[in-house]
């Protein structure tokens, strides 16, 4: 039986140092202590998928007001490919407190970059398509990245305009990045 559990502060450090730092790129990867900050402001959260009590899956959410935004997600190595992320992402989308849903940045597919790599990226974009997210039609740039952004509803939610989605993502990077929103940090719509 599989079960999603919000995970504690020594349990994110934990797989931060056990885990993530080997699953993501540097560059994609936040501090620990950019996560340790925002958690105890309230506005971080780590949740598990376990089974059995062995942990398949995590995720690491950025909690605005009224929108969630995917910071991290990852399936361990050892389970990918048995559907394991799909069941995660519905069943996690479904326990979320409620707000209007979760924006999801994926890397932008690009002329100039290895095919190869734009495989992987389409494949993570068509992932979260079949997993009910939704294409927006907006665009980021963060840190020398570009990004498509898509959205997923939470449950039962009402839908959104393309006007409200931007202006919900430009509040999240605003709160986010400050410092470095307009230069290291822009929403296109």
């Known amino acids: 039986m599989t ?7 020594n ?4 797989i931060y140092n056990e885990r993530m ?7 994609e990867l936040r501090p620990y202590a950019s996560m340790k900050k925002l958690g105890r402001d309230g506005l971080y959260s780590g949740y598990g998928y376990y089974e059995d009590g062995r942990m398949l899956a995590y995720a690491c959410l950025y909690t ?5 935004l995917l910071d991290l997600f990852a399936v361990l190595t050892e389970y990918r490919d048995n559907g394991i992320g799909s069941r ?3 069943e996690l989308n479904e326990q979320l407190p409620a707000k209007y849903g979760t924006f999801i940045e994926t890397e932008s597919a690009s002329p100039g970059t290895k095919e190869d790599e734009n495989l992987i990226r389409r494949k993570r974009i ?3 398509l079949r997993n009910g997210a939704q294409r927006t039609g907006l665009r980021s740039f963060l840190f020398g990245v570009n990004y498509d952004i898509l959205f997923l509803p939470a449950c039962g939610a009402e839908r959104l305009t393309e006007d409200r989605l931007s202006q919900g993502l ?10 470095v929103y307009g230069r290291l940090c822009k929403v296109f719509d």
């Open 126 to 128: 068509d992932f979260y």
């Open 3 to 9: 079960e999603i559990k919000q995970l504690q502060e």
């Open 21 to 27: 730092r080997h699953d993501f790129p540097p560059m």
């Open 64 to 68: 605005g007001t009224e929108f969630y």
């Open 170 to 179: 430009k509040d999240l990077y605003m709160h986010l990045y400050r410092p």
């Open 88 to 90: 995660f992402i519905r």
């Open 11 to 14: 349990e994110i450090k934990a």
